[in-house]
């Protein structure tokens, strides 16, 4: 072989195994049930279902986004009519729909625990604590239709809340809160 062949081939087997390398590094497999949301500086460039799909390594991010309902654990702190400091510890079954091409990309669950402390609240302060585990279902249903209609602006849709636990916190009016708990109850 000619010496001046040698590096020639060299470059040429170099550029080939790095074109093979971002290949394989531009294609991605989305399984069903799930969207493969793919971003450039942060807004949707394309959403692509199941199956073989292809990015453009480098300039193009990846996100797997799933579209069958999941659980979104949510966590509400929050005042009795009595004063009773609690801690709610929710289960939001959420679903998600494709996102809008052109819109910035978020991860929705931040949103749907805001909201939900956001609407939950304000009604949990109306009732003393030995009337909360009557009232709290209907409480939950309405909280998940007033944040529905707000959430679906977003494309998630909210399907249900449920209760995991109730913590009754144990805060003295007149002690700064220690961060101690009592005991977990189960209601709903």
């Known amino acids: 072989m000619d ?7 060299m470059i040429v087997l170099a550029g080939g195994a790095g074109l093979v390398v971002l290949l394989v590094a531009s294609l991605r497999w989305v399984a069903p049930g799930q969207l493969l949301v793919v971003t450039r500086r942060g807004r949707v460039a394309r959403v ?22 999941h659980p979104e654990l949510v966590t509400v702190r929050a005042r009795t009519a009595d004063g009773a400091e ?14 809008r091409r052109g819109s910035e990309y978020a ?47 977003h494309r998630v849709r909210l399907l249900r809340l449920e209760v995991d636990a109730v913590e009754h916190l144990l805060v003295s009016p007149t002690v700064p809160s220690t961060g ?9």
Not at 3 to 9: G, H, K, S
């Open 3 to 9: 010496d001046r062949v040698a590096p020639i081939v």
């Open 48 to 69: 692509r279902g199941d199956g073989l799909t292809v990015r453009v390594p480098v300039l193009e991010q990846v996100l797997y986004v799933d579209v069958e309902p």
């Open 86 to 99: 609690l801690r709610l510890l929710l289960v939001a079954h959420v679903a998600r729909a494709a996102p």
């Open 107 to 153: 991860e929705p669950g931040p949103a749907v625990a805001h909201l939900i402390g956001e609407r939950l609240e304000p009604l949990v302060v109306q009732y003393p604590l030995s009337e909360l585990p009557a009232v709290l279902p209907a409480l939950l249903r309405g909280c998940v239709e007033a944040a529905d209609v707000v959430l679906r602006e």
């Open 180 to 188: 101690r708990t009592g005991v977990w109850t189960s209601v709903g």
